[in-house]
Every structure is written in C-alpha cells, then in structure tokens.
C-alpha cells in the first residue's frame, strides 16, 4: 500500500491511526538496547533477529533484562533449524542428518551454512551463524543446556517429518505441532522457571506442562490456517487429510471457488480445532508472576486470536496471505501490557466475533458455539461482568467496593479520551482534504487575497462579473468597453 493508499485508509479507519500513534507516543519496551555496550557478534545476532522477524525483535524487547539475550539466542537457533527443515532444495541426504545433529553444531566455533537455496529468506542467519555460536558460549550455562535439549527433541521431530510434504491424521498434526512449537512453550518455561527471580509458578513446569505445550500449539496452528496458500504454492501441505478430506476429494479444490464453500467448512474446522487450546493459554498466563514476562508471552497470543477471527469464514485465506492491520496490532500490544484481566477481555471480545460470525450453513456451527461459550464462560468465572456504574452508586452510598466506583471512573474517563482522539483524527483529516482543495482552487487562478474575501462578504460571488460583460460587450461593439455612467 502506498502512501496515498495509507492516507485514504487512516481517513475511513481513524481508530486505527489513533492506535498506532498511541504505541508510538506512550508505549515503553522494558527492555532498551544499548549498542555502545554490545559486543560487535551480538550487535550482529540483534540484526539477524530483526531481518528474521521484526515482530519477535520488538516482542523480546518487552522481556525482564536478564533473558534477553537467552531468548533472542534461543529464537535464532530455532528459526535457522526451520530455515534449514523449510528449504525444498535441500535434498532429503543432506537435510535429515543435518536436523538430527544440529544441537552439535551450538559448540562447533566457526560453524556456518551457505546450502540453502539463494531465494531463501532467512539464509543470511545461516551463513552468519558463527555469530549465534559465539554469543551461546557467553551466556549463563543453565540457558545454554535448555536451548541445547530442546534444539535436539525439535530437530529429530523435524527429521522424521522431512520425508513427506504433508500430514495425514490429525494425530499427526498435533505431533507436528508439538515438535516445531510446542517444544518452544516448553523451553520458554524452563527459562522462567530457572531464571534468578524465578518468573513463573513452579506448577506450570511440574504440575501443568500441557499448559505451555498449548501455547506454542495455539500459535502455530494459526500459523498454519492463515499460511494455508502460501504453503500450497511451496507444495506443502499442514492441514491433515483426515480433516479436509471430509470437505473436497482432493487438497487443491480447496482453492478453487466452484469448492468455496467446502473450503470455508473445512478452515472452520481447522479453527474449532485450534479453539480447544485457548483456556489451557488463559491459565498459563494467570501462571506468569513477573509482568514483564506476562507481557512477552500476552502479545503472541492475542495477536493470534485476532488472527483467528480474521481468518474464520474468510474466504481471501485460500486466495493470498492475511494479517491483521498495524493500527489492531498496535492496539493489541498495548492491551498486553496491562494486565491478565485486559487480556481475557480480548479473547473474550474476539471469541464473541468469531461466534458472530459463524453460520448455521457451516456443518461445525453447534461446535463452534459450543467452543465459544466454554471460553467465554471460563473468563467469566475468573472476571464475571458486572454493572459498574451500579456498583458505584453503592459506594457512594457508604458500601463496600471503593475500588469499583474507581474502576468505573477511570472507565469513563478513558471513554472521554478516547473520543477526544477520534474527534482529533477527524479534524485533522478534514485539514488534509481541505488544504488539498485549497491548493487545487490557487493552482486554477483563483483570488484567495482580501479584496477577493471583501466582495464576497458583499455577497458579490463573481466580483470582476460586471467588468467582464463591459468587456465582452465592447469587443462585440468593436469599441472600447463602455465605463459605468457613459451613456
């Protein structure tokens, strides 16, 4: 999109403006980097996170200082095992033994890779990975030994699936899932749970570890909802067959629009089955104690139910890539930096869009309300809804919740702010397009100087009217325009 495609877009969507302008004004990683402090590898590592994913680089930046650079490292050793799993002109020989030692290379000083295909995204990383090796030696061992098993359980899940471009149960699906994100969940929790303040609660290690496997599930289900076509043309295939094939008599008439309909049925029962993780994500994060971790782990997942929404009965999913729009996610990253009672209130607002649209036409229209209203119950037993203003007047009238009559009005105030923003965004769109029209009329002759203004106060539309028709009267009459007053 252009500039004058952005400006006609932010003119019609004001919201979406005022979202990215808040972010850019107020909002505060805690985490700021400091280059000068830097050792010139992990200055590099930094560069190859924000070539590889912009998004992950600003999100690591919400973390507590001391896992950083664990994370970021953990990342970009990941994300090079997946360039290498992705990359279709690797052959099967050289990839299958490369994914199942790749841990070994984390302690080979030096060791780079330039066998990756020359229109790979992400082979630069590769083949400056010697920078990531070095920089995993400098930090704490207890992160370095959890970056090194889970790369060894991720790499050999890769490997087994390398020999096929498509899965087939749905047992399979979650298996895949598993190795290439719900190993992630896992790793991630290990690094709070080890890190000095201890982040976490010791439960969702000991007690609850489907709980962090589901949040790496969530993510990457919707990863793969969303990626569906860009995948098909790669000649890759995540949806498992034993759920399209409920749908079309083959995979590729599912981008076919004679088959629209089935292939809606078919994503919204690859949506149902992504749904079926959310509560397991809503208490992870009541797990987390250290709030800048909560918001680290918070904005990947409400990124990923506005994701979901958008895709659900989306039929532009099997036809190009969708994402949701930079003012929603500007807005979702500052919801997640709040608190666990804001983030439930965006699932629960995306949940109730998602219920919305569902359709009876849709052969999974019962569970995917039934789905629905489990999550929305589940947030309402933690965060049950309540007439604030009401409770309020209670207060005033001498009885308990204090705290809710400050609650209600710091709602209120916020509703006044935020229509003030929005009357902002429209006046100063109705400036723009007024100043162009401006410029349009002087660029045309027009006068635009006092005279001009005091005729027109005179209510004298045409000033030079009079002077123009003695004018044109005069040089029909071959003579000299004839003055007022002349006879």
């Not at 953990?74 to 033994?97: A, H, N, Q």
């Not at 027109?456 to 003055?483: C, H, V």
Request: proline residues 4%; glycine residues 6%.
């Amino acid at each position: 999109m252009g500039i004058l495609g952005q400006v006609l877009y932010f003119a019609v969507h004001p919201n979406q403006l005022r979202s990215i302008i808040k972010w850019k004004m107020w909002h505060e990683p805690a985490y700021t980097r400091d280059p000068s402090k830097e050792s010139a590898t992990l200055a590099d590592c930094f560069k190859w996170l924000e070539m590889t994913s912009r998004s992950f680089a600003l999100v690591v930046q919400e973390l507590h200082p001391e896992l950083v650079v664990p994370v970021a490292l953990f990342y970009l050793v990941l994300r090079g095992l997946d360039t290498i799993e992705d990359d279709m002109t690797i052959s099967l020989e050289e990839k299958e033994p490369l994914l199942r030692s790749f841990e070994t290379v984390l302690e080979r000083d030096g060791w780079t890779y330039d066998g990756n295909g020359p229109h790979e995204k992400d082979r630069e990383l590769l083949v400056h990975f010697d920078d990531v090796i070095t920089e995993l030696q400098l930090i704490d061992p207890k992160y370095r030994d959890i970056i090194k098993d889970i790369t060894h359980q991720m790499g050999n899940g890769m490997a087994d699936y390398a020999t096929i471009n498509s899965v087939t149960t749905i047992a399979e699906y979650e298996l895949y899932c598993h190795y290439v994100a719900g190993l992630v969940g896992d790793g991630l929790t290990r690094f709070f749970f080890v890190a000095d303040d201890g982040f976490a609660n010791p439960a969702l290690l000991s007690t609850q570890p489907a709980l962090a496997e589901s949040m790496g599930r969530f993510l990457q289900k919707t990863n793969i909802i969303r990626d569906v076509r860009e995948d098909f043309d790669e000649q890759r295939r995540f949806w498992p067959q034993e759920i399209w094939a409920r749908h079309v008599a083959r995979f590729d008439e599912l981008f076919e629009r004679r088959h629209r309909a089935a292939a809606l049925a078919c994503s919204s029962e690859m949506v149902l089955n992504a749904l079926r993780h959310v509560e397991a994500c809503l208490c992870y994060m009541a797990g987390i104690e250290e709030p800048r971790v909560f918001t680290f782990v918070a904005i990947p997942q409400v990124m990923a139910i506005a994701t979901l929404e958008l895709v659900f009965q989306n039929p532009r999913v099997f036809e190009a890539g969708v994402k949701i729009s930079r003012g929603d996610a500007a807005r979702l990253v500052m919801e997640a930096s709040r608190d666990l009672r804001t983030v439930y209130a965006v699932f629960k607002r995306y949940v109730r869009r998602i219920r919305r649209k569902n359709t009876p036409r849709d052969p999974n229209f019962v569970n995917i309300g039934i789905a629905c209203s489990k999550i929305e119950q589940f947030i309402e037993s933690a965060y049950p809804s309540r007439d604030l203003k009401r409770l309020a007047r209670l207060a005033r009238d001498g009885g308990r919740g204090v705290v809710v009559a400050d609650k209600a009005e710091a709602l209120d105030g916020q509703a006044k702010s935020d229509v003030f923003y929005l009357l902002l965004a429209v006046l100063g769109t109705l400036f723009f397009i007024s100043a162009i029209l401006i410029g349009i009329v002087y660029c045309t002759g027009a006068r635009l100087d006092m005279a001009a203004l005091g005729e027109l106060t005179k209510r004298n539309i045409f000033p030079n009217k009079e002077k123009i028709l003695d004018t044109q009267l005069g040089n029909a009459m071959g003579g000299s325009p004839m003055a007022h007053g002349e006879l």
